[in-house]
Structure formats: structure tokens, C-alpha cells
């Protein structure tokens, strides 16, 4: 059974703060995915990874930044935390095979204060 | 741009009756299309799926219908039980490069009554 693993359920962080969010996948999948989801605006994609050292701007990057060192963890940073950027956070992975599904974490609420 | 929508924030259906969730896109480009259920405090988690090659699939009490010259696409559960209870995203795929990126809906936030 795929395993999307995130660091943190709840995070509490002040404004300005470097922030950084963990997530790690046991599939051997290639493609990671970060969303965060905001009542009324569904999941909107920040960034995405393909392969290591990979990535891809989503809809929303800004105030963004992602590293991928390695195949099974991406990592989401806010470079200085703003209280806008309080929000679940979601993050999913997926084969590179088409059509299939990505699975999910159990999300991250960030707050920001 | 909202390329992908559900107009129906909210849907409240009878347990044992039909519950059906509808889901409009704008991209032509589209050319498969997920169903995702979240329930509070937890990840989505996949339905469903249709390729844009067939216009219905089904699993269960679970069946997509596609109809791409409308651009619509609906999510069928029958009969609903109170465990369907949950906000249903549906999401777009425009197959580039193999990743796979998802568009997706704002939900729709599902209550079955007993």
C-alpha cells in the first residue's frame, strides 16, 4: 500500500520565518507533487517534481521554494513566511506510467502568525 | 481561470438514494479525469477514474460519466451511505512530459442523512 508520509500535522510558525515542510514516499515513485488547499479555492499545485534535482513551477509559486535530493522526500519551503501563506498543505506522489492516480499525505495545517 | 469546476459547494442526499456530483472543465486538452474523497483531517484519497477515450466507468457503487462534447463530467453513488458523507474533488489531467499534472475542482462537500 503507498505511503505518503508528512512530516508534521499542525505547524505553527511567525511571519518572516524560513519554513520548511517534509514529505516522504515509500513507492519508488518518480513524480511529487505539492498543493495547498484553501476553503472555496480547492487544491491549487505549488510545485512538482519529475526526478531528482527536478522541479517545476505549479500555479502558485511564489513564496515558494522545493528540493528534491533525493527520490522518496520533497521538501516544500516558504523562504519568509507570510500569515497568506497559512493553509493545509498536501503532498502526493505518483508513478510516471500515465494514468495513474496520485496518493495523498494527511496534509500539514500550517498556521502563520 | 477556474479550468476546472464544480458549481455545487454543497449537496445533501437521503441515505439509499442516488447522490450525483457534477464537475464542468474548460481545456480541450484534458484527456483523463479523477474523482478524489477527503474526509476532515485527512489526505484525499482516489475514487475513481475515466480515460477521455470512453464516456463511463464504473466500480461499485461508484460510476463517472463523461461527456466531452459538453465538457461535463459526473460522479454517480448509489445507493449513498452515511460513510460517503466527505467533500469529492474532481480533477483533470493534461497529459504532458508523463507528470501527470493535476487540475483540480473546489469540491464539493457531500452530507448523506439517515
Known amino acids: 500500500d503507498v505511503k505518503v508520509t508528512q512530516s508534521s500535522r499542525y505547524l505553527v510558525k511567525r511571519t518572516g520565518e524560513k519554513v520548511f515542510l517534509e514529505c516522504v514516499q515509500d513507492?519508488?515513485?518518480?513524480?511529487m507533487f505539492w498543493y495547498r488547499q484553501d476553503p472555496g479555492l480547492g487544491l491549487r499545485l505549488i510545485y512538482f517534481?519529475?526526478?531528482?534535482?527536478?522541479?517545476e513551477k505549479g500555479d502558485i509559486p511564489e513564496g515558494y521554494s522545493v528540493s528534491r535530493e533525493k527520490k522518496e522526500r520533497f521538501s516544500l519551503i516558504l523562504e519568509s513566511a507570510s500569515t497568506n501563506q497559512t493553509s493545509m498543505y498536501l503532498c502526493?506522489?505518483?508513478?510516471?506510467?500515465?494514468?495513474?492516480?496520485?496518493?495523498f499525505g494527511d496534509g500539514t495545517r500550517l498556521s502563520i502568525l | 481561470d477556474q479550468q476546472v469546476k464544480q458549481n455545487s459547494p454543497s449537496l445533501s442526499v437521503q441515505e439509499g438514494r442516488i447522490s450525483i456530483l457534477n464537475c464542468d472543465y474548460t481545456?480541450?486538452?484534458?484527456?483523463?479525469f479523477l474523482w478524489y474523497k477527503k474526509y476532515p483531517a485527512e489526505g484525499p484519497t482516489f475514487l475513481i477514474s475515466?480515460?477521455?477515450?470512453?464516456d463511463k466507468n464504473e466500480d461499485g457503487r461508484f460510476t463517472v460519466f463523461l461527456n466531452k462534447s459538453a465538457k461535463h463530467l459526473s460522479l454517480h453513488i448509489v445507493p449513498s451511505q452515511p460513510g460517503d458523507s466527505a467533500v469529492y474533488f474532481c480533477?483533470?489531467?493534461?497529459?504532458?512530459?508523463?507528470?501527470?499534472?493535476?487540475?483540480f475542482g473546489t469540491g464539493t462537500r457531500l452530507t448523506i442523512i439517515p
Open positions: 517534481s519529475y526526478d531528482v534535482k527536478m522541479k
Open positions: 502526493a506522489s505518483s508513478p510516471v506510467e500515465g494514468n495513474q492516480p496520485q496518493h
Open positions: 481545456n480541450s486538452m484534458f484527456d483523463y
Open positions: 475515466i480515460s477521455s477515450i470512453k
Open positions: 513507492m519508488d515513485h518518480e513524480n
Open positions: 480533477a483533470a489531467v493534461e497529459q504532458t512530459l508523463g507528470n501527470e499534472k493535476l487540475t
